[in-house]
């Protein structure tokens, strides 16, 4: 990768709905160049899909709660059955095995407490768990799906990283 793929990037983390028009001239290429680069990128697996990011208020889910979750099994089969159940959860949007005190770190959504406490009541009939912690979201402060693309590393050819 080099410096017009990290624009690229740039581009469409900010709008994956620009045309590969619009994205080659403003990262100084022509336009089938660019989609060759953007196709790459895909196949590569660095663009992992294309999405709709909604506002979660319009659909109904605006409350967030992060619960940090301590097991007493730590196998293979109680993880893999973990994220199974953890899968069937539409309300969780992050899944995260941690280090330190909590071993795993969700993400939920939910339109309220009532509907946290149902998926509560459903999560630990379906697992079994030690011990359950849920902080909720006063105020969300920032929130961005765009990664820093300053940490990329560049190709030779095109030079510092920067």
């Known amino acids: 990768?080099?410096?017009?793929?990290?624009?690229?990037?740039?581009?469409?983390?900010?709008?994956?709905?620009?045309?590969?028009?619009?994205?080659a001239k403003k990262v100084g290429l022509s336009t089938t160049p660019?989609?060759?680069?953007?196709?790459?990128?895909?196949e590569d697996g660095v663009i992992r899909g294309r999405v709709a990011l909604l506002d979660p208020a319009?659909?109904?889910?605006?409350?967030?709660?992060?619960?940090?979750?301590r097991t007493n099994s730590h196998s293979q089969e109680w993880l893999k059955r973990f994220a199974e159940v953890i899968s069937d959860f539409p309300e969780v949007v992050e899944f995260y095995r941690m280090s330190g005190d909590v071993d795993?770190?969700?993400?939920v959504v939910v339109p309220d407490i009532a509907a946290y406490d149902e998926f509560y009541k459903r999560l630990?009939?379906?697992i079994?768990?030690?011990d359950v912690s849920s902080s909720f979201a006063m105020e969300q402060i920032k929130y961005t799906t765009v990664l820093p693309l300053d940490y990329?590393?560049?190709?030779?050819?095109?030079?510092s990283s920067k």
Do not use: H, P
Not at 104 to 107: G, P, S
Not at 152 to 159: A, F
């Open 104 to 107: 795993y770190l969700l993400r």
């Open 58 to 69: 319009a659909v109904n889910t605006k409350v967030t709660v992060f619960v940090s979750i």
């Open 128 to 130: 079994e768990i030690r």
């Open 34 to 42: 660019c989609w060759r680069r953007i196709q790459k990128l895909e």
């Open 152 to 159: 990329m590393t560049l190709s030779k050819e095109s030079g």
């Open 124 to 126: 630990i009939a379906k």
């Open 1 to 23: 990768m080099d410096r017009l793929d990290r624009k690229i990037l740039r581009l469409l983390q900010e709008d994956a709905t620009l045309a590969v028009a619009d994205i």
